[in-house]
């Protein structure tokens, strides 16, 4: 079964610009989750998506949003870019299967901002 | 806030066996506690969770203490690609829970030749 894909895998950009990252989930796994990690805040939550539905959010501003699709992909977005918004951000999908849900995670997309 | 206690930094020889603690002192009863690693610049790694029982699987094995605020990762037989962030985390494992994991620092296991 093929892992969580992610792209890109790296991305530069310039401050103010906007930035969109993909996840596609292991095959059958309805809940996507999105994590930022960043070496002075290690790895932080950013928001989960089940069904298209945010289930869950994080403690971050307006500017980063999601979005999942009908076949359990799910995109995120950054806008008006700044220079702490360079970070690893990681996509995680799981199954629903038992009470455990345990995350499997992606290779995560590098973002510079410049 | 992260819920676990874990030493920064361990260091063990390999082919020895790595025992990672964790403290979780405030768990409640429906929450799991789980472990993953994370390879440096890598997605996190899932290696095991556990409820109340010690489990076991072809990775390591994890021990809770019976009254559920510890726990302690084993990796038998530590080799240099065990080299990693070792993160224990609690999470609710009720369908009506919380879906997301708060993740301390983790322990950054090094293995020695």
């Known amino acids: 079964k093929a892992g969580v894909t992610q792209t890109p895998r790296y991305l530069i950009k310039t401050r103010g610009q906007q930035v969109t990252l993909s996840c596609s989930p292991i095959?059958?796994?309805?809940?996507v989750s999105w994590y930022q990690q960043t070496p002075g805040q290690g790895l932080q939550f950013l928001f989960e998506?089940?069904?298209?539905?945010?289930?869950n959010k994080g403690n971050f501003p307006g500017r980063f949003s999601g979005r999942q699709f009908s076949n359990s992909r799910s995109e995120m977005n950054v806008s008006t870019l700044e220079l702490g918004d360079s970070a690893l951000y990681l996509c995680a999908s799981s199954s629903l299967g038992g009470n455990s849900y345990e995350q499997y995670f992606g290779p995560g997309t590098r973002l510079t901002v410049t | 806030d992260a819920k676990t206690t874990q030493p920064t930094s361990m260091d063990c020889a390999e082919g020895r066996a790595a025992n990672l603690p964790c403290n979780h002192s405030?768990?409640?009863?429906?929450?799991?506690v789980y472990w993953y690693r994370q390879i440096h610049s890598q997605g996190p790694q899932y290696i095991i969770h556990g409820l109340k029982n010690n489990e076991t699987n072809e990775m390591a094995s994890l021990i809770i203490t019976e009254d559920r605020k510890s726990s302690t990762l084993i990796l038998p037989h530590a080799t240099l690609r065990d080299t990693a962030v070792y993160y224990c985390i609690v999470r609710d494992g009720s369908p009506s829970g919380t879906y997301k994991y708060i993740f301390g620092t983790g322990t950054r296991l090094k293995v020695l030749a």
């Open positions: 998506y089940f069904s298209e539905t945010q289930r």
């Open positions: 405030t768990i409640s009863g429906n929450e799991y």
């Open positions: 095959s059958g796994h309805r809940s």
